[in-house]
């Protein structure tokens, strides 16, 4: 485009202006609740939906799992529990590395 001089310019301020006051206001989203002016609207992905309802669930879920413990507890009173020094300073070693990456 090529501009010249001040007439110019004026002409096309003047058409920008003219098209400003033609657009409307408010964008072209289209919501189904509208949101009263000056009010914030928060919208939540579908996949926080689908992460927080796995988190729910996830909550409602034990740590701890009782066959196993009973097993365990039969085989300390049966004196045929064996502790495995190495699996034990591995776990920790793997917790603490799943700890850090957290961080």
Request: proline share 5%; net charge negative.
């Amino acid at each position: 485009m090529k501009i010249n001089g001040p007439e110019s310019i004026s002409k096309i301020l003047t058409a920008y202006q003219n098209q400003v006051k033609k657009t409307p206001k408010s964008t072209a989203t289209k919501q189904e609740n509208p949101v009263e002016e000056g009010k914030d609207l928060l919208e939540i992905s579908p996949l926080a939906k689908t992460l927080q309802m796995y988190r729910q669930e996830l909550a409602g879920i034990s740590d701890v799992r009782p066959e196993l413990v009973k097993a365990i507890q039969q085989q300390i009173k049966e004196g045929n529990f064996i502790m495995e020094a190495k699996k034990i300073a591995a776990g920790l070693i793997e917790e603490a590395n799943l700890l850090d990456e957290e961080i």
